[in-house]
């Protein structure tokens, strides 16, 4: 249960019961009442901004208003103080009861807490990586893959119906290149010394057993068949095994996908995809034949003084109008975005999500101008730009790789550090900032390094329960009986424990709504700091620890507070896409 839209409600059918009207005669904007968590913790345990939204429209003084709804919600048997604050913010304090009782369904809802139905089914295609195949995952891949994985996990716990995708750019001229160096491969792998990789084709070491798997199928006949006949051999071999490493390189982060969708397809049988897709742009007068001028600044070398094919893109919030089809009748690339988004959209998809690279700032008005002639605002897009990650070994950067030729792969990132680091530091900045990745606080176990400080949070509370285990070997500790001692739990520190899960569900909600995985790597580090802190505290003070061994009842509590802690460290950790480990090594 989100306490917060709970207590949104309770406010709102307070102010209803006042019978506030507006100075017009008419009913109230109540939308705008909200309840959220005081800014300064020490003001109580939420806040309303109920008086300071309506007090205007109903010709009342804020702060005079204020008392009112305060009064009113004293009378809520859950309330335990509500006080007035500021120019006419309530602030409230709820009853300890209250606070046992959200354990008490903590503990019911197990790994369901947080679960939310915010997303009501809405279909929603998240696509993301989408790397060209052209070669091994590098780490500038890495976030815009763990950014994306986890906002559809998270999507998928707030209600959404996700389809997580990967567009295979397989049709650009980058597969020719990809192409001819491993028909370059090819001819080393049959004995030939190729010498040096001539510039502008890839000299990775990842190549070579692509000729080498191309020598061991097809032996020299490669040599003597026609150019373009051999060639569209390499180009599908080959694809075929740079997504497969692709592939193993994202199984190894944990980031998987439903969809693969090939470019390739959408220029199959004449480009009937992307036909479509402009004849119904036509019909809804958004293409037209027309010049363009030349854009402001350096000409580009597509450039083309021409009439063309155009999309009449500048009505739809572009900042110019996109050319179609080239000068030799073939499809730009924009068309091809065309027949894509017209096939997603065609799919039954009500939102589109693309995570893409900060270089790609520059296709974010096109593609939403695109989305809303094809849908006429039926289906919005978003993208989300992921700004670019530094690698770092203490302090010192950190050295291109020898096998991929020009870059630091994923794997060998993943290899030396771990999947979990990587994923849960990836969030640990919002995507849109920088981001500084050092090699050696990432493994570090110290509270400076919040992947195992949220890790060592977990495995902190199996040991309790073993613990436990020892001193009343036979008991079960199931939920059930460990809620029915939710009283005891009388201090401060406790209670402040329950407070902190009780904030879960409002954090899914949000950072579902806002698009931002990186609250819940936030979150799951302040858990774990209060639950540290009140650790500390039984360290110091042996009537506070989990495990009383002369109080049974004490410790069922205790172990019910402690529970809770694992099931939401669980639960965000596997969102995020990281292991809630039992034990640390």
């Given at each position: 249960m989100?306490?917060?839209?709970d207590?949104?409600?309770?406010?709102?059918?307070s102010?209803?019961a006042l019978?506030?009207?507006?100075?017009?005669g008419h009913?109230?904007?109540?939308?705008?009442?909200?309840v959220?968590?005081?800014?300064d913790?020490?003001?109580?345990d939420l806040a309303?901004n109920a008086?300071?939204?309506?007090?205007?429209?109903a010709g009342e003084?804020?702060?005079?208003l204020?008392?009112r709804i305060?009064?009113a919600?004293?009378g809520?048997?859950?309330?335990?103080a509500?006080?007035v604050?500021?120019?006419?913010f309530?602030?409230?304090r709820?009853?300890?009861?209250f606070?046992?009782?959200q354990?008490?369904?903590?503990?019911?809802?197990?790994?369901?807490y947080g679960r939310s139905?915010?997303g009501?089914?809405?279909?929603?295609?998240?696509?993301?990586v989408?790397?060209?195949p052209?070669?091994?995952m590098?780490?500038?891949h890495?976030?815009?893959?763990v950014?994306?994985?986890?906002?559809?996990?998270?999507?998928g716990f707030?209600?959404?119906?996700?389809t997580?995708e990967y567009?295979?750019?397989?049709a650009g001229?980058?597969i020719?290149?990809?192409?001819?160096?491993?028909?370059?491969?090819?001819r080393?792998a049959?004995g030939?010394?190729?010498?040096?990789?001539?510039?502008g084709?890839?000299p990775?070491d990842y190549?070579v057993?692509?000729?080498a798997?191309?020598a061991?199928?097809?032996?020299?006949?490669?040599?003597?068949?026609?150019d373009?006949e051999?060639m569209?051999?390499?180009?599908?071999?080959?694809v075929?095994?740079?997504m497969a490493?692709i592939?193993?390189?994202?199984?190894?982060?944990?980031?998987r996908h439903?969809?693969f969708?090939s470019?390739r397809?959408?220029?199959a049988?004449n480009a009937?995809?992307?036909r479509s897709?402009?004849n119904d742009l036509?019909?809804?007068g958004h293409?037209?034949?027309?010049?363009?001028?030349p854009?402001k600044?350096?000409?580009?070398?597509d450039?083309?003084?021409?009439?063309?094919t155009?999309?009449?893109?500048?009505?739809?919030?572009?900042d110019?109008?996109?050319?179609?089809?080239?000068?030799d009748?073939?499809f730009?690339?924009f068309a091809?975005?065309?027949?894509?988004i017209?096939?997603k959209?065609?799919?039954?998809?009500?939102?589109l999500?693309?995570?893409?690279?900060?270089d790609?700032?520059g296709?974010v008005?096109?593609?939403?101008?695109?989305?809303?002639?094809?849908?006429g605002?039926?289906?919005?897009?978003?993208?989300?730009?992921?700004?670019?990650v530094?690698?770092y070994?203490?302090g010192?950067?950190v050295?291109?790789?020898?096998r991929?030729g020009?870059?630091v792969?994923l794997?060998e990132?993943?290899?030396?550090?771990?999947?979990d680091?990587?994923?849960?530091?990836?969030?640990?900045?919002k995507?849109?900032a920088?981001?500084?990745?050092?090699?050696a606080?990432?493994?570090?176990?110290?509270?400076?390094?919040p992947?195992?400080?949220?890790?060592y949070?977990?495995a902190?509370c199996?040991?309790?329960?073993?613990q436990a285990?020892e001193?009343?070997?036979g008991?079960a500790?199931?939920?059930?009986?460990?809620?029915?001692?939710?009283?005891?739990?009388?201090?401060e520190?406790?209670i402040?424990?329950v407070r902190k899960l009780?904030?879960y569900?409002?954090?899914?909600e949000?950072?579902?709504q806002?698009?931002?995985?990186?609250?819940?790597?936030?979150y799951l580090y302040e858990?774990?700091?209060?639950?540290h802190?009140?650790?500390?505290?039984g360290?110091?003070?042996?009537d506070?620890r989990f495990?009383?061994?002369?109080?049974r009842q004490?410790?069922?509590?205790?172990?019910?507070?402690?529970q809770?802690?694992?099931?939401?460290?669980s639960s965000?950790?596997?969102?995020?896409?990281?292991?809630?480990?039992?034990?640390m090594?």
């Open positions: 989100n306490i917060f839209a207590f949104s409600e309770r406010v709102t059918r102010v209803q019978g506030l009207q507006g100075k017009d009913a109230l904007d109540l939308s705008r009442i909200a959220e968590p005081p800014r913790a020490s003001h109580g309303t008086a300071m939204v309506l007090a205007k429209g003084n804020p702060r005079a204020a008392e305060a009064a919600l004293r809520d048997q859950d309330v335990a509500a006080e604050a500021g120019p006419g309530v602030n409230l709820l009853s300890q009861g606070w046992q009782e354990l008490r369904v903590i503990l019911a809802a197990a790994s369901d139905a915010i009501a089914g809405k279909k929603t295609n998240v696509e993301y989408s790397a060209n052209t070669g091994p590098h780490v500038g890495c976030r815009g893959a950014v994306g994985d986890a906002l559809a996990n998270l999507l707030a209600g959404y119906d996700v997580r567009l295979i750019n397989d001229a980058q020719d290149v990809l192409a001819r160096s491993a028909m370059l491969r090819y080393e049959l030939e010394d190729v010498g040096e990789i001539p510039a084709l890839y990775g190549l057993p692509v000729g798997m191309l061991g199928e097809f032996g020299d006949s490669l040599l003597g068949r026609p373009s051999a569209a051999i390499v180009k599908e071999r080959a075929a095994a740079m490493m592939r193993d390189d994202l199984a190894l982060l944990n980031v439903d969809v969708f470019e397809s959408l220029h049988d009937r995809k992307i897709a402009i036509t019909l809804k293409i037209y034949k027309g010049k363009l001028p854009p600044g350096e000409k580009p070398d450039w083309e003084d021409r009439e063309q155009l999309f009449r893109s500048t009505e739809v919030g572009d110019m109008d996109r050319p179609l089809v080239k000068s009748g073939s730009t690339y091809a975005d065309v027949g894509y017209y096939d959209i065609s799919r039954g998809f009500e939102e999500i693309f995570v893409l690279g900060a790609h700032s296709y008005k096109r593609m939403d101008a695109l989305a809303k002639a094809v849908a605002g039926r289906v919005e897009l978003i993208v989300l730009l992921c700004q670019l530094k690698l070994r203490d010192e950067p050295r291109m790789s020898k991929s020009d870059f792969t794997r990132v993943v290899e030396e550090v771990g999947r680091p990587i994923r849960f530091m990836m969030l640990y900045r995507n849109d920088p981001l500084d990745f050092d090699f606080r990432v493994t570090e176990q110290s509270k400076d390094n992947v195992f400080y949220v890790q949070a977990s902190r199996h040991s309790v329960f073993r285990k001193h009343f070997p008991d500790f199931d939920r059930a009986t460990l809620a029915e001692h939710r009283a005891l739990l009388l201090d520190g406790e402040g424990l009780a904030e569900p409002r954090v899914i949000a950072a579902a806002s698009l931002e995985p990186h609250r819940l790597a936030f858990l774990a700091s209060a639950f802190a009140h650790w500390n505290r360290t110091e003070n042996v506070l495990v009383k061994v002369n109080d004490s410790t069922y509590a205790r172990l019910g507070l402690v809770a802690v694992s099931d939401v460290i965000g950790l596997a969102l995020i896409g990281a292991d809630a480990p039992t034990e090594r």
